[in-house]
Every structure is written in structure tokens, then in C-alpha cells.
């Protein structure tokens, strides 16, 4: 007896009342046909289901997006980041450093519920990556940057604050 299928990658498959070869079932299809005992077909359909929960596949906005963010640093620094969408933003030092800002191409991924690790570089060459976490609102902060030749790495801990206006 044979009848088709379409599997959940839409391929066509045809099914007999005969097992696969294992060697054509993924890894896990062959643990679920080993440990639990399944036919291949219905393990390999099962494994090719991927939940739709890894960050890469959401497509709501970040919490960021389209704020001014006041981020207060434990050293004393002190900077404004106003987020034009997800992809943009505008920095401006408030305290503990020479007046300085600038506009950057960010790059994000969400790490967990609420948790999104933000990168970019400055025009000076200086590169961010910084983690902002929504549910307790602190924000740590790696900084590296050039100082007279040598590349110098700066680690910074802090929170934040959404703000109405901002640089």
C-alpha cells in the first residue's frame, strides 16, 4: 500500500507500510524511533516542526524602538540614546565625559524575553555592544576604542529610564 504525504517542509513524500533506513532520519527523529519507540515517518515529521520562539523569527518591534533612553552608568557616565525605529539611533553624552554624540547603525537580537543585546560603531571607530534588559531595566556595556594607538576596552554597568524628549 502507498499513499503521499506532505510533510511540514512540503516536500512529497511516499510512504510504504516498510520502515526507512535511520541513516535518512535526522537526529531527532532517530533518538525519538530509538528512546520512544515511534515510527521514522512520524518522528521525522516531528522533528521538522521548529517552534516559532527563537528571537531570530519574531517580528514585533523591540522594546527600544522609537524611545529616548537615559542610561546612568555606575562610573558616573551619563548618555541619551533616542532610537529612531530599531535600526537607528542617536547618542549624546550627558555627564562624565567631553560633550560628544553622533548617530549609529545598530544591530540587535533579542536574547530573552526582554533582554536584547544591542552593537554598533561610532564614526571614530569606537564599538558598543550593550545589553539592555527590559524586566529590571539595568544595562551593561562593553566599550573598546583607540587611545593613542593602543585599542582600550572599557566595561560598564548601569540602568535606565525611558524619557520623553531626548537628544
Same mark, same amino acid.
Given at each position: ?5 506532505? @510533510?511540514?517542509? +512540503? ?5 510504504? +507500510? %516498510?520502515?526507512? *533506513? ?18 521514522p515517518v512520524v518522528a521525522q515529521a516531528?522533528? %521538522?516542526?521548529? *517552534?516559532?520562539?527563537? *528571537? ?28 529612531? &525605529? ?9 555627564? @562624565?565625559?567631553?560633550?560628544?554624540? +553622533? ?21 571614530? @571607530? ?19 576604542? %583607540?587611545?593613542? @594607538? ?7 554597568? &548601569? ?6 524628549? +531626548?537628544?
Amino acid at each position: 500500500m502507498t499513499r503521499e504525504i506532505r @510533510g511540514t517542509r +512540503g516536500a512529497a513524500r511516499a510512504i510504504r +507500510g %516498510d520502515r526507512r *533506513p535511520a541513516a535518512r532520519l535526522g537526529a531527532g527523529a532517530l533518538l525519538a524511533v530509538t528512546l520512544l519507540g515511534l515510527s521514522p515517518v512520524v518522528a521525522q515529521a516531528a522533528s %521538522d516542526r521548529t *517552534p516559532d520562539t527563537h *528571537p531570530a523569527t519574531r517580528s514585533e518591534a523591540p522594546r527600544f524602538a522609537d524611545r529616548t533612553l537615559r542610561i546612568s552608568y555606575d562610573n558616573g557616565f551619563v548618555f541619551e540614546l533616542r532610537f529612531e &525605529g530599531a535600526r537607528t539611533a542617536h547618542w549624546k553624552v550627558v555627564a @562624565g565625559q567631553d560633550p560628544a554624540g +553622533g548617530t549609529v547603525r545598530v544591530e540587535y537580537r533579542q536574547e530573552a524575553p526582554g533582554v536584547y543585546r544591542l552593537k554598533w560603531t561610532e564614526a571614530d @571607530g569606537t564599538t558598543v555592544e550593550q545589553v539592555q534588559n527590559w524586566r529590571d531595566r539595568t544595562v551593561r556595556a562593553v566599550i573598546e576604542f %583607540d587611545n593613542a @594607538g593602543t585599542k582600550e576596552r572599557t566595561e560598564l554597568q &548601569g540602568t535606565f529610564t525611558s524619557v520623553k524628549n +531626548g537628544c
